[in-house]
């Protein structure tokens, strides 16, 4: 095989690699979506906010210590213990469970039957508020978060694809981290169990028949208010497991915000309303922005991973505008 | 009482077609060119033109751009930082292209380029509505700044990547580089703010501005009636880009002098616009000045009121800013969806009465 295809190749798994995270955090978008009509901006924050907690409860930090020494001209910082990595995501969960309920209590609340764009807004301001206080409660610098998972590049799959180099000097096997490979798997078991969760269970059939009309399902004696909730935890779930995996990837700190704005092209790829969507979309966009940035980069000049994923997108959509996997958009005077 | 048309008899046309019909309006509309124009300029210093005035009027026009846009013609568009960075760099271009050329033309002719750039960018919101045209804007956002930031040609191959406004002079008077007095670039800006504003308020309750709110309400039933969408979305595109890329050459050039892209034109700034328009109203001109006067005087406040006065850290005052803006958008579109203009709305409405109840 020639190199260049071998160096391809390797892109290529990367991307699959790189497109299952940007799928992770576009399941959370997907899933709030059809439960509520609420395209959530705030999803990537969420995540962002998620792993900040987490990394506070590892290493005992005290909560708006800045604030308080500010304040009160106190010098603290730690309590001095470390938790159980398991321990903290179970924290943590509780913690995003808390925070669905006053998302669904104090605003969502407030905005039954606004129009989707309003509602849209008010994830942007929920976005820029839990910002605010994920960084005044844990602190803006930028944290290593370490549950265990392992990293670095996998030397077994190195030394057993070197062969495929047939004695080329510059080829020493496939290039990929462990992290990645994990990530992969936990995203896997996530998808799994969420459709599990949703097709036999019986608050996943309420969340299947709040999706499909609101009103109906108000009617047979759904709660509208707890499945918001619920699809909200789930969301800051999906939203930790995210957080968790790009934690560890880059450490903990504001850009991990930033990986919303990524997910956004995957769904429009995929279609709002669809996981399976999410997923393929996730995986395209993934493989599409390394493949364009080995082929294409070196000759405008890199960097292309910034906006090669939005333009893809909007491509695709000219052609077809509800995604590849999303409801026919029907449209009536 | 003050807010009325009681007594004010309408002979022609001219008096029925007016921008401010009512006498009281338009007296305080007098009385707000006054201030601005003969009052404010002389009264200023360094701090105030810098830290409030400026950016004020730059975002103001920015905000107007994009109300047109959003607000009238109902196209979600979060692809303004990246608008704004064509016209700062149009102007860049022109200033050091045809340095003979008056700067106050280089201006307009960044908003003309803008204008074109954001209709290509424009064409396929006739495929695509709603969220989906949001995200496809944000296409915009990132392929722009990165063009900037890639193509040595835009920085005239300058060696830090930045650009940096070379001074001119309007009538003899420097506006641009580092010999300019804070008046004179407040009086520039305002002149800008001040041919934008009428220009936007008379395009909006006029024919083109039907055509927008038609096509904002139900693109559907206005092709039907007539209103060809093409022409309707790609001109609120042309406008609104024409008056943020404006908003942008005056950003770069007069206010900040040198600029980076990636940092100045962000996707940060789209937002930012974005929350203007949203906090003061969407589809009200009006509404744009307040929402931009609002975000700007916001942090000044806070900085001063918690870093001044309290003497907190700055990156304490920067995360409360966040929290504070977003629990603003928050309770704005919870209280009242429609924004400041709708307060002043009210207002006016319980002044005309005033002191009576009904």
């Known amino acids: 095989m020639p190199t260049q295809l071998l160096f391809g190749t390797e892109v290529l798994l990367n991307g699959l690699m790189a497109g299952v995270l940007y799928a992770l955090v576009a399941l959370g978008f997907v899933l709030i979506y059809k439960a509520s009509g609420i395209f959530n901006y705030a999803q990537g924050v969420m995540a962002l906010f998620a792993a900040l907690t987490l990394v506070g409860f590892m290493d005992g930090q005290v909560p708006f210590s800045h604030l308080i020494n500010a304040v009160l001209g106190t010098d603290i910082h730690h309590f001095g213990w470390h938790i159980n990595g398991f321990v903290s995501i179970i924290l943590t969960m509780g913690m995003m469970i808390v925070l669905a309920y006053c998302v669904q209590r104090f605003v969502f609340r407030h905005l039954i039957g606004q129009e989707p764009i309003i509602l849209f807004m008010a994830t942007i301001g929920l976005a820029y508020f839990m910002e605010g206080f994920g960084d005044l409660m844990w602190g803006s610098d930028i944290k290593k978060l370490d549950v265990g998972l392992p990293q670095g590049g996998s030397f077994w799959i190195e030394e057993n694809t070197q062969w495929l180099g047939f004695g080329n000097e510059n080829f020493f096997g496939f290039f990929i981290d462990k992290l990645d490979i994990v990530a992969t798997v936990i995203a896997a078991i996530l998808v799994i169990v969420l459709v599990l969760f949703s097709q036999y269970t019986k608050q996943g059939r309420a969340m299947r028949a709040v999706a499909d009309d609101h009103q109906a399902a108000l009617s047979v004696g759904v709660s509208l208010n707890f499945i918001w909730v619920m699809v909200w935890s789930v969301a800051g779930f999906v939203a930790l497991v995210a957080g968790i995996m790009w934690g560890a990837k880059s450490g903990v700190q504001f850009s991990l915000s930033l990986i919303a704005l990524k997910a956004l092209p995957v769904l429009m790829l995929g279609g709002f309303t669809s996981i399976p969507g999410a997923i393929v979309g996730g995986l395209i966009i993934g493989v599409g922005e390394k493949l364009f940035e080995f082929t294409v980069g070196p000759l405008v000049g890199g960097a292309t991973e910034n906006w090669f994923a939005y333009v893809l997108a909007l491509l695709f959509l000219v052609f077809r505008p509800q995604g590849l996997f999303g409801e026919k958009i029907i449209e009536r005077v | ?358």
């Open chain 2, 1 to 358: 009482m003050f807010y009325r048309e009681a007594g004010e008899f309408k002979t022609s046309y001219v008096d029925d077609n007016q921008t401010f019909p009512i006498r009281f309006d338009r007296y305080r509309y007098y009385f707000v060119l006054f201030a601005a124009f003969l009052v404010i300029p002389f009264a200023v210093n360094d701090y105030w033109v810098n830290a409030v005035f400026m950016p004020f009027l730059i975002y103001s026009i920015a905000a107007i751009g994009l109300n047109i846009l959003v607000g009238y013609c109902g196209q979600v568009s979060l692809g303004t930082g990246g608008f704004m960075a064509v016209g700062a760099y149009a102007c860049y271009k022109l200033m050091t292209a045809m340095p003979e050329v008056n700067i106050f033309f280089h201006v307009l002719m960044a908003g003309g380029i803008t204008a074109m750039v954001g209709m290509a960018f424009g064409l396929p919101s006739l495929r695509i509505k709603g969220f989906y045209l949001a995200v496809a804007t944000l296409a915009a956002q990132f392929f722009l700044v990165w063009l900037f930031n890639k193509v040595p040609w835009f920085y005239n191959y300058s060696a830090s990547g930045q650009i940096s406004a070379p001074e001119r002079t309007v009538f003899g008077i420097a506006v641009t580089g580092a010999n300019t007095s804070a008046w004179a670039s407040y009086m520039f800006c305002l002149v800008f703010v001040f041919i934008c504003g009428i220009l936007a308020r008379n395009l909006t309750r006029g024919t083109q501005g039907r055509k927008w709110m038609a096509i904002r309400d139900m693109d559907i039933a206005a092709e039907i009636i007539g209103v060809d969408p093409l022409k309707s979305k790609l001109s609120a595109f042309a406008v609104s880009s024409f008056f943020i890329g404006v908003s942008g050459a005056l950003f770069f050039s007069v206010y900040l002098g040198a600029v980076e892209v990636g940092e100045a034109f962000g996707i940060t700034k789209s937002f930012l616009v974005l929350f203007m328009v949203i906090i003061g109203g969407l589809g009200s001109i009006f509404g744009s000045f307040a929402g931009a006067a609002f975000l700007v005087l916001l942090p000044v406040l806070l900085k001063n009121v918690l870093v001044g006065m309290l003497g907190w850290p700055t990156d304490l005052a920067a995360h409360l800013e966040f929290m504070i803006v977003g629990a603003m958008i928050i309770i704005f579109l919870i209280a009242e969806p429609h924004g400041l203009a709708q307060l002043w709305r009210v207002a006016k409405e319980k002044l005309r009465l005033w002191p009576f109840p009904h």
